[in-house]
């Protein structure tokens, strides 16, 4: 089993950027694929960006390709997201996920375990 806890969410402007963390504790960090959702008032849970338990490959939605970008340190049990260029539909409450098996899923039935999200809002 995995714990996940998100922090670095907070209140920024239109073109800010905004560095988001994910902190893991439990089962080996490296075991899991690890994914950041979002989730805006009203609206479904969105996949974001996903990166596999070696950290070389990664997936972006369409929506925050060229402006997110999503790392991880196994030896911290830590995954990041880098946010830039930030939006006003980019305001949602941010999750991280741990995925054990599969490959590069964008759903989030495939996710496992799931973190108590933090909150991102972007002010114009």
């Known amino acids: 089993q995995v714990q996940l806890v998100e922090s670095g969410g907070g209140l920024v402007q239109v073109g800010d950027s905004l560095r988001l963390s994910c902190a893991a504790s439990?089962?080996?960090?490296?075991?899991?694929?690890m994914g950041w959702f979002r989730q805006a008032p009203g609206k479904e849970r969105e996949f974001a960006a996903g990166i596999s338990r070696s950290g070389v490959n990664t997936k972006y939605a369409d929506s925050v390709k060229g402006r997110f970008t999503i790392s991880r340190d196994n030896a911290k049990n830590t995954v990041y997201l880098q946010m830039n260029n930030l939006k006003p539909e980019d305001a949602a409450v941010y999750y991280c996920?741990?995925?054990?098996?599969?490959?590069?899923?964008?759903?989030?039935?495939?996710?496992?375990?799931w973190g108590q999200g933090t909150q991102v809002t972007v002010s114009s």
């Open positions: 996920a741990a995925q054990r098996f599969g490959t590069n899923s964008s759903r989030v039935t495939d996710y496992d375990y």
């Open positions: 439990g089962r080996a960090f490296s075991d899991y694929r």
